[in-house]
C-alpha cells in the first residue's frame, strides 16, 4: 500500500527531511544510508545497505 505524498521544504544548500512517518515506513534510522535515483521526472528512495 502506497503512503500519502507529503510535502517538504529543500534547505539552502539542497537537503531535505525525510518525515517521521515515512523513515518508519522503510525501517530507516540515524546513520543509515539510501540510494537516490531518477525515474522518469521522479526522485526514488530506497534503503541501502552497506556491507
Known amino acids: 500500500m502506497s503512503q500519502p505524498e507529503q510535502l517538504?521544504?529543500?534547505?539552502?544548500?539542497g537537503t531535505i527531511s525525510i518525515p517521521k512517518e515515512l523513515r518508519r515506513h522503510m525501517g530507516l534510522q540515524k546513520g543509515d544510508y539510501v540510494k537516490i535515483a531518477?525515474?522518469?521526472d521522479m526522485l526514488v528512495i530506497r534503503k541501502a545497505t552497506i556491507t
Open 38 to 40: 531518477m525515474e522518469g
Open 8 to 13: 517538504v521544504k529543500i534547505t539552502a544548500v
